[in-house]
């Protein structure tokens, strides 16, 4: 089974950081959030370069049943695809949450104000950390960039949970699969996130472009638009059985 255990969402958000590689001039793309195969939101990511290093952003809009989600994240990358700065702006069911991060001599300094709190934590800084709000395809499209230009190591999670900490992270490289992109047949990368002993599978493309993420929080992944993983990466979820009918019963209501 490829899905695996998650990260809680901790009333707030999760960070995985990792750095970039091999972006694009200009790149961008858009992704259905789904839970058990259910769409439940949306999320996108663009990078452009210029003769300074490299502008992102990532917005994303979740909307169900006990968790109302909204993030517009922007950060700045050296030409060597070092951090230089983020700044993440989100609502959590209704309340809101301001994250801004940035190297700090030889530390890495997090500001977050939520739920009326401010805090400020220092962190050790390592070359090959970026973060990554939940649902964020565009961290997720960083790290495999920063992955592929160092084999795999030596890469780092902040994670602003509470006052925030820095996680080590292993990537392990899976067998090929397949899938279709816009209806055409592509080989398909498999790869495994494992932070802090949560796993996160990502699926990319022949250019290292994400396709999907099965997230660590349980049932939530994110497909590009366009891509389809043959076969599915996990067994959707069965429809919930009809409730029984008697003559004195009530019809359910209608989602």
Known sequence: MRFRTLIPLVGLFAFVLLGASALAVAQSASFAVSQNGKSVGTASYNFVSKP?????????????????????????????HGLLHVQVSAIVNNSAVNVVAKPDAAQFLLNISANGHASTTRLDSHNLAVFLPDFDPGALETLLAVAAGN???DLWAIIPKQAGTIEPIQLATLRDEQGTL??????????????????????????????????????FALVRTGFVLIPPAKPQAPPPAPAPTSPTASPSPSE
Not at 64 to 73: F, I, R
Not at 182 to 190: F, R
């Open 52 to 80: 300074t290093g490299i502008d992102s952003a990532s917005i994303v809009h979740v909307d169900m049943q006990g968790l109302s989600y909204q993030l517009s994240k922007t950060e700045e990358l050296s030409p060597s």
């Open 151 to 153: 084999n795999n190591r």
């Open 182 to 219: 816009d209806g055409k047949p592509v080989t398909v990368h498999h790869l495994v996130a494992t932070i802090a002993g949560n796993t996160t599978d990502l699926f990319a493309g022949p250019e290292n472009q994400l396709l999907q993420a099965e997230l660590p929080q349980e049932g």
